[in-house]
Structures are given as C-alpha cells and as structure tokens.
C-alpha cells in the first residue's frame, strides 16, 4: 500500500461510486505544490588538474501527498549543459514519513568555473514546486 489505501464501492445505478477519485483532485483547490526547501554543492578536493568531483545534495520536497520526482538543471556561463530526471523513493515507503529525507546527485568532475544548479520537485499530479537555485564555484 502507497500512502492511503483506495477503497472501490459497490456499483450503483447512478455511477456515483465512480467519482470518489476523480480527475478534480488535480486541479488547484485540491492539490498543493510541492515545497523544496534546500540544494547545494559538495565539491571534492581538486585533482592535479585542477578538476573536482561535484555532487549536488537536496532535501526531499514535502507536499500534501508526495514528490514523485526532481529536476535538477545544471548551468555554465547561464546556458543549461545537462538536466537530469530524478526519481523519488515513494515506489519503496508506504507512507511519506518513510521516505528518504535528502538525495544526493553526483554531477561529475568540473573544472574551475562558475557554475548553477536549479531543483524543481514534482508531485505525481505533475504540479511543480517553486524552483529554486544554487550558485557555487568549482577551484
């Protein structure tokens, strides 16, 4: 079971047990946006190049039901080089409460530049969080 279990009613004539889970709790008035709250770099210590391994590290979104997945865009010089797709745990908890409480995404080695990364969370109605961005500078 993935946080509340459905309960299927009986049929009646006039399809009213069709409408328990309808489309509507989608829309605005019954669904909030997920909440992301945190993003950063840990950078790894400089090789004899000059380049070092950066991972990206996030809270977990919080929202009315869960967040089914992350976008984590990452910029150079203001241009988007790569956007990756990243998939919650909420397949693995029962509930929310169960669920991890940070991510952490290995980016790769960068070299010395300044760099940007923007995180949007996603909840499984595909309504998206306010996005937010983190600045860091790689040596």
Known sequence: TINT???????????????????DRANAEN?????????????????????????IQFAAATDDEFAHHYTLEFKMAGKTRRT???????????????????????????????????LTAYDSWGTASKPISHTFKAN
């Open 5 to 23: 279990a459905w309960e299927i009613s009986h049929p009646t004539s006039d399809g009213s047990h069709l409408t328990k889970y309808g489309k």
């Open 31 to 55: 669904n909030q946006a997920p909440v992301v709250s945190t993003v950063e770099a840990i950078l790894g210590t400089p090789n004899s190049s000059g380049k070092q391994n950066v991972s």
């Open 84 to 118: 990756f797709n990243i998939l919650s745990d909420f397949y693995r908890a029962a509930s929310p409460d169960q669920m991890k409480k940070t991510f952490t995404h290995t980016i790769g080695m960068l070299g010395p530049n300044d760099y940007e990364v923007i």
